[in-house]
């Protein structure tokens, strides 16, 4: 159940309540595409640096060690050790970047393993019962992802089978949910709204969806080839037409400013690779913008990454260490820059929500985006 505590503009402070605790939105999710941060980041670590959302892969958790094996294991949550909420994609969007090896169908989609070239079906039932059988917090509905450019016929065709594998998704999980064998059985179900850059097809879709009576809406196929100027705009568009009393989850997004300008356009939720990505290359956020730490001027710098972070890294290492351990190629290096930047993120969100619970949202992101330019 999604309480929404109080608005700000269209900004939303909200908790959303699951079976596996209470999220405090917005909300930023840490993402762990096969069951763990890449970057040698422990569901330890997690709880140290204030992750509330752990989000895994349902396309790579399939094909690699495999749902089935994890349910006998008792599902991701027990397999990880990780007693937080967890959230599953679809394998909607690895359809999208699969776009060499895939054909859609009415049915699903029919495409090879990046692994291995293996053929694989997965159709919004298959979705349905490989995040059934992971046993996730929230399963995302299974969709076409069509590139933010595409051509507006192709785009109003794709959007109207996902409307139709949305309901398939509906029926099949309230199946699953029912089944005695099902892990989770309050697993809740988040439909997705697409329609690339077209304003009046993603309006049309989230009206459409939103009958349906889903525990949560995303927002997906942005980021991906648009501006932000075009995302922005789509937000301002979409984000009305959707449940005000339901979370609004901005898929694979973003910078902290995107995440800034989604919060204020009423987005609840989001995800990105960024911040472990960037750490991994040594490159890091700060409340004074981003820093790469493979700059020479970083040599001798005996500072914390930034002073007054209270992340695992600046509580005990300097610059110089960390950048001499990204040279060194040690594993270390990594993590420590991973952990700051969640940390960071992580953080950032704590900031959004003690500013929208003091009425003080607007005046925070425009002191956050000044300072993140000098």
């Known amino acids: ?178 089944s005695e064998d099902t892990i989770n059985q309050k697993q809740l179900l988040f439909g997705i709204n697409q329609g690339a850059v077209y304003a009046d097809i993603r309006i049309d879709h989230a009206k459409r969806i939103s009958e349906l009576e889903l525990d949560g809406y995303a927002i997906g196929g942005l980021a991906v080839g648009e501006t932000h100027e075009q995302m922005y705009y789509i937000l301002e568009e979409t984000v009305p037409h959707l449940p005000v009393d339901k979370p609004t989850y901005l898929m694979g997004v973003g910078t902290p400013a995107n995440i800034l300008e989604g919060v204020e356009r009423g987005v609840d939720f989001f995800d990105c690779v960024y911040p472990s990505r960037n750490g991994r290359h040594g490159h890091l956020y700060t409340n004074h913008g981003k820093i790469n730490l493979f700059n020479q001027k970083y040599e001798k710098d005996m500072r914390p990454i930034e002073e007054g972070c209270g992340c695992p890294a600046c509580l005990r290492y300097s610059r110089a260490y960390i950048r001499h351990l990204l040279k060194a190629k040690e594993m270390l290096g990594m993590r420590l820059c991973v952990l700051h930047n969640l940390y960071f993120y992580n953080t950032m969100m704590e900031e959004i929500r003690d500013a929208l619970d003091a009425g003080k949202f607007h005046s925070y992101k425009e002191k956050k985006l000044s300072g993140m330019k000098s």
């Open 1 to 178: 159940m999604y309480e929404l505590i109080k608005r700000e503009g269209r900004a939303k402070r909200g908790v959303f309540h699951t079976v596996h605790g209470a999220i405090q939105t917005p909300v930023f999710m840490n993402v762990g595409t096969v069951a763990a941060i890449k970057g040698a980041v422990s569901t330890k670590d997690l709880e140290q640096i204030k992750c509330q959302v752990e989000l895994s892969n349902t396309y790579h958790l399939h094909v690699r060690t495999g749902d089935k094996l994890i349910k006998e294991m008792g599902g991701l949550h027990r397999f990880m050790v990780w007693n937080r909420p967890i959230l599953t994609d679809s394998g909607g969007f690895q359809v999208f970047s699969l776009a060499g090896l895939r054909k859609i169908k009415e049915e699903g989609v029919y495409f090879n393993s990046h692994i291995d070239g293996a053929k694989i079906f997965m159709g919004p039932e298959e979705s349905m019962q490989i995040q059934s059988n992971l046993g996730s917090t929230i399963a995302m509905a299974f969709d076409e992802c069509p590139p933010a450019l595409a051509e507006r016929t192709y785009v109003e065709n794709s959007v109207a089978r996902t409307t139709r594998w949305l309901e398939r998704c509906k029926k099949e999980m309230k199946r699953l949910n029912l």
